[in-house]
Structure formats: structure tokens, C-alpha cells
């Protein structure tokens, strides 16, 4: 089945950079864009970057965008959210999704908690 697996979240003072890893099985991830999401308590899940099957720098939500960025390796079936300068509003659990929006392929999250 398919399997979406997050990690690389923590606890980080704002300014600070964490990177977060989506490891996939069970899917051909070369053929799949990946996205990443997030979501706090009371607000719909939000996403903040895709990057397509085909690579390349992807693309970001405004708030996210210049501190950012999105990279895939298709031999390990890793894409990797780098996120530097860290803002308590980052503050979230992080999902990462396979596919279109419509594909039920979601990752467990990983909680990212930026202090000030």
C-alpha cells in the first residue's frame, strides 16, 4: 500500500531552519508531484509548496516564499522541505501528499514549533 512517511520536525527558536523528509512507498514517486501541507488546531490544512514529477525549484505559498525551499531525490524516494529563518507563525504539523489533490495518499505529519 501506499506509504508516506515524515520526519525531520522539532522544536527550533525563530531564525532558525529545520529540514523535513517525505519518504514514499508503495507508488511509482518518479510519475508523482509532491506537496506539502500544514495545518494548526482550528484552521483548514494549508499548502505550502509543491514541487512536480519532473523537479525543479517548485512552487510556494506567499508566506513561505524566500525562506523555503523544495528538493526531491527520485532514488530514494525523498523529497526534503528545507526551511530557513523560521517564524512562530511556521508553527504546525507538516503533512506531506502524493498526486493530485484529489489522491488520499497523505503522510502522519511531523509537529514543527517555532519559538519566539
Known amino acids: 500500500q501506499v506509504q508516506l512517511v515524515e520526519s525531520g520536525g522539532g522544536l527550533v527558536q525563530a531564525g532558525g531552519s529545520l529540514k523535513l523528509s517525505c519518504v514514499a512507498s508503495?507508488?511509482?514517486?518518479?510519475?508523482?508531484?509532491i506537496s506539502w501541507h500544514r495545518q494548526t488546531p482550528g484552521k483548514e490544512r494549508e499548502q505550502v509548496a509543491r514541487i512536480t514529477a519532473f523537479g525543479g525549484e517548485g512552487i510556494f505559498a506567499d508566506s513561505v516564499k524566500g525562506r523555503f525551499t523544495l528538493s526531491r531525490d527520485n532514488d530514494k524516494n525523498t523529497v526534503y522541505l528545507q526551511m530557513n529563518n523560521l517564524e512562530p507563525e511556521d508553527t504546525a504539523v507538516y503533512y506531506c501528499?502524493?498526486?493530485?489533490?484529489?489522491?488520499?495518499?497523505w503522510g502522519q505529519g511531523t509537529q514543527v514549533t517555532v519559538s519566539s
Open positions: 508503495g507508488l511509482p514517486f518518479r510519475k508523482y508531484a
Open positions: 501528499h502524493a498526486g493530485a489533490p484529489s489522491t488520499p495518499y
